[in-house]
Nanobody
Framework: QVQLVESGGGLVQAGGSLRLSCAASGGTFSSYAMGWFRQAPGKEREFVAAISRSGGNTYYADSVKGRFTISRDNTKNTMYLQMNSLKPSDTAVYYC?????????WGQGTQVTVSS
């Protein structure tokens, strides 16, 4: 059973930066592709970014491309999301995801609020 804990959310002004972290335990971190998703009030959860097991391949939603950077440190069982040039439209709860063969695992989420 994999446990995922997000941290690093908060309140920031438009144009600012935040770095989210996702700490994993209870599984073999390097065996999971990982990703970030977000859910704004009244909207469905949407894909933000993903990273392959080794970290060699990354993928981004068009809305965050060029502003967000996903990375992982398999020695620390941790994934990161560096968010720059934040916009009010980035306001959401951000969730960490681990993709295993039989199921996905999710964290509890961390709130990111961007004020204009």
């Amino acid at each position: 059973q994999v446990q995922l804990v997000e941290s690093g959310g908060g309140l920031v002004q438009a144009g600012g930066s935040l770095r989210l972290s996702c700490a994993a335990s209870g599984g073999t971190f390097s065996s999971y592709a990982m990703g970030w998703f977000r859910q704004a009030p009244g909207k469905e959860r949407e894909f933000v970014a993903a990273i392959s097991r080794s970290g060699g391949n990354t993928y981004y939603a068009d809305s965050v491309k060029g502003r967000f950077t996903i990375s992982r440190d398999n020695t620390k069982n941790t994934m990161y999301l560096q968010m720059n040039s934040l916009k009010p439209s980035d306001t959401a709860v951000y969730y960490c995801n681990a993709k295993a063969i039989l199921r996905d695992y999710w964290g509890q989420g961390t709130q990111v609020t961007v004020s204009s």
